[in-house]
C-alpha cells in the first residue's frame, strides 16, 4: 500500500481518508466515551432536539435536519468505499468483489448492511414514518454531521484499509461467528423499528382523539406525546428501539470479526457499539424521568429506561 502524504491538503487527506487521517478520525471518535459522561450531568438535559426542543428563529425543520446530517454517514461510506481502494498502489481488486468495490465479498456486505440501516434511519423513518419531528437547533444537526462522517470514516478506512495492509484475516462466509453476529444485527434492525413503529402509532391515534375531542377538522401531531402500555416491545423497558440498536450493531461487530476484521481495541464497529450505549443511555434515563413526571409513576409501571436489572 502506497499513498504519498508530504504534498497532500487538509482536504486531500480526508478525502478520502489517508492512513494518518484515519488515525485521527479514530481518536476524535473514541474521545465520545469520555465526553459522554456530560450527558449524566444538568448539560445533558440541553439537547435542542425532540421532547428537549428549544424555542429558536435559528431552529431548523426537524425531518429534514434529521435526514440531511443522518445521511452523512452513508453517503460518506458509499463514497470511501469506492475512492480510496482505487488510490491505493497496488489497487484492490479482490475477486470476490461483487459491487466493483475491489474489495472482498465479506467487506462489501458489511457496507451494505450500514447503508441499510441508514436507509431507514435517516429517509424512511423520519420522512416517511414519523408522525411528526420537532425542530432541530443547528447547533445539533452540526454535532449529528460530526459523528457521522467520523463514525462512516472509521467503518470504511477500517474494512477498506485493514484488506490493503494484509492484516485481513480471510475467514469463510458461514462460519459460528457470522451467523450469530448476523442474526443478531437482523433481530437488531427489525426490534429497533417495529419498537418505533409503534410509537408512531400510538402517537397518531393520540393525535386523532385529541383533535376530535377538540371539534378539529385537521389532526395536528406536533408536541403530542404518549407512553407507551407496558406490553409487547415495552413490557419491561420504555426505550426498547434504543436497545434493539445495540444489539444490532453488537451482531455487526461480531460478524466483521468472524470474518477476519478483529474484535478488539482497534476495531471501530467495536467503538461504535460503546459510543451508541454512551450517548444513547443517558437519554433512555432522562426520558423515564421525564414519562414519570408527565404522566406519573403509575403509567411508568416500573419500567427502566433501557437496562432493567441496573434500574437504568
Known amino acids: 500500500m502506497a499513498i504519498d502524504l508530504n504534498t497532500m491538503t487538509v482536504g486531500q487527506e480526508l478525502f478520502p481518508p489517508t492512513p494518518r487521517a484515519f488515525g485521527l478520525l479514530f481518536n476524535f471518535f473514541r474521545s465520545i466515551l469520555f465526553i459522554s459522561v456530560l450527558l449524566w450531568t444538568p448539560l445533558g438535559q440541553i439537547q435542542a432536539m425532540g421532547r428537549t426542543s428549544i424555542i429558536s428563529k435559528f431552529n431548523l425543520p426537524g425531518?429534514?435536519?434529521?435526514?440531511?446530517?443522518?445521511?452523512?454517514g452513508p453517503l460518506n461510506l458509499i463514497y470511501i468505499l469506492y475512492a480510496l481502494p482505487a488510490?491505493?498502489?497496488?489497487?484492490?481488486?479482490?475477486?470476490?468483489?461483487?459491487?466493483?468495490?475491489?474489495?472482498?465479498?465479506?467487506?462489501?456486505?458489511?457496507g451494505c448492511l450500514y447503508v441499510l440501516h441508514y436507509l431507514n434511519r435517516a429517509f424512511i423513518a423520519p420522512l416517511f414514518l414519523a408522525p411528526s419531528m420537532s425542530p432541530i437547533h443547528p447547533s445539533i444537526t452540526v454535532m449529528m454531521s460530526v459523528f457521522?462522517?467520523?463514525?462512516?470514516?472509521?467503518?470504511?478506512?477500517?474494512?477498506?484499509?485493514?484488506?490493503?495492509?494484509g492484516d485481513f484475516q480471510h475467514q469463510p462466509l458461514i462460519s459460528f461467528g457470522s451467523v450469530i453476529g448476523m442474526t443478531l444485527f437482523w433481530i437488531g434492525m427489525?426490534?429497533?423499528?417495529?419498537?418505533?413503529?409503534?410509537?408512531?402509532?400510538?402517537?397518531?391515534?393520540?393525535?386523532?382523539?385529541?383533535?376530535?375531542s377538540e371539534g378539529k377538522a385537521q389532526v395536528?401531531?406536533?408536541?403530542?406525546?404518549?407512553?407507551?402500555?407496558?406490553?409487547?416491545?415495552?413490557?419491561?423497558?420504555?426505550?426498547?428501539?434504543?436497545?434493539?440498536?445495540?444489539?444490532?450493531?453488537?451482531?455487526?461487530?461480531?460478524?466483521?470479526?468472524?470474518?477476519?476484521?478483529?474484535?478488539?481495541?482497534?476495531?471501530?464497529?467495536?467503538?461504535?457499539?460503546?459510543?451508541?450505549?454512551?450517548?444513547?443511555?443517558?437519554?433512555?434515563?432522562?426520558?423515564?424521568?421525564?414519562?414519570?413526571?408527565?404522566?406519573?409513576?403509575?403509567?411508568?409501571?416500573?419500567?427502566?429506561?433501557?437496562?432493567?436489572?441496573?434500574?437504568?
Not at 425531518?63 to 452523512?72: C, D, F, G, N, Q
Not at 457521522?148 to 495492509?165: D, G
Open 148 to 165: 457521522q462522517f467520523t463514525n462512516s470514516s472509521n467503518l470504511a478506512c477500517w474494512l477498506v484499509y485493514t484488506v490493503a495492509t
Open 87 to 110: 488510490k491505493l498502489r497496488p489497487s484492490l481488486d479482490a475477486p470476490s468483489s461483487f459491487l466493483g468495490t475491489g474489495l472482498p465479498m465479506q467487506s462489501e456486505i458489511l
Open 220 to 312: 395536528t401531531y406536533d408536541k403530542v406525546y404518549v407512553i407507551p402500555p407496558p406490553e409487547g416491545w415495552f413490557k419491561s423497558i420504555l426505550f426498547p428501539h434504543y436497545v434493539m440498536e445495540w444489539v444490532e450493531w453488537t451482531g455487526y461487530w461480531i460478524l466483521a470479526g468472524s470474518w477476519g476484521l478483529g474484535y478488539g481495541n482497534s476495531s471501530p464497529a467495536l467503538w461504535f457499539v460503546l459510543a451508541e450505549i454512551a450517548t444513547m443511555l443517558p437519554r433512555a434515563v432522562s426520558g423515564r424521568q421525564w414519562y414519570e413526571q408527565k404522566f406519573g409513576k403509575r403509567a411508568v409501571a416500573g419500567r427502566a429506561g433501557a437496562i432493567p436489572l441496573l434500574g437504568l
Open 190 to 212: 427489525f426490534g429497533n423499528i417495529k419498537a418505533e413503529t409503534k410509537l408512531f402509532e400510538l402517537r397518531r391515534g393520540a393525535a386523532k382523539r385529541k383533535a376530535k
Open 63 to 72: 425531518r429534514y435536519a434529521w435526514a440531511a446530517a443522518e445521511s452523512v
